[in-house]
């Protein structure tokens, strides 16, 4: 296992089951990147303080990956990105 992905809904950022999620991560010391859906559904201007209270909270959290990607399946963005990211880590580099 070399990291785990944790899917947030970008409506409403980490709640508190996601952070005991953390914590027990954390506490096992299992990498884990925050990756926020649904991120075509908050109002405009909403996603920015989501991700931005999400980086926050991940900050100084040992496991965490802080990177934390979005994704919108409806609209098709970030899949990409995502992608690569779990590419990155499946498949060794040069």
């Known amino acids: 296992l070399r990291r ?3 899917l947030i809904d ?3 950022g980490p709640a ?3 952070i005991e999620v ?3 991560l954390d506490k096992a010391a299992v990498s884990y990147q925050v990756v926020l859906t649904k991120a075509d559904k908050p109002k ?3 996603l920015p303080a989501v ?3 999400t980086r926050q909270m991940i900050a100084k959290r040992p496991a965490a990956h802080p990177v934390v990607l979005t994704t919108s399946a409806a609209e098709r963005t970030g899949l990409e990105e995502l ?3 779990i590419a ?7």
């Open 22 to 24: 953390f914590d027990l």
């Open 51 to 53: 991700l931005n209270r």
């Open 83 to 85: 992608r690569a990211e």
């Open 16 to 18: 508190a089951n996601d």
């Open 10 to 12: 970008a409506r409403h």
């Open 4 to 6: 785990v992905y944790l």
């Open 88 to 94: 990155a880590i499946v498949i060794p580099g040069p």
């Open 44 to 46: 405009r201007g909403d």
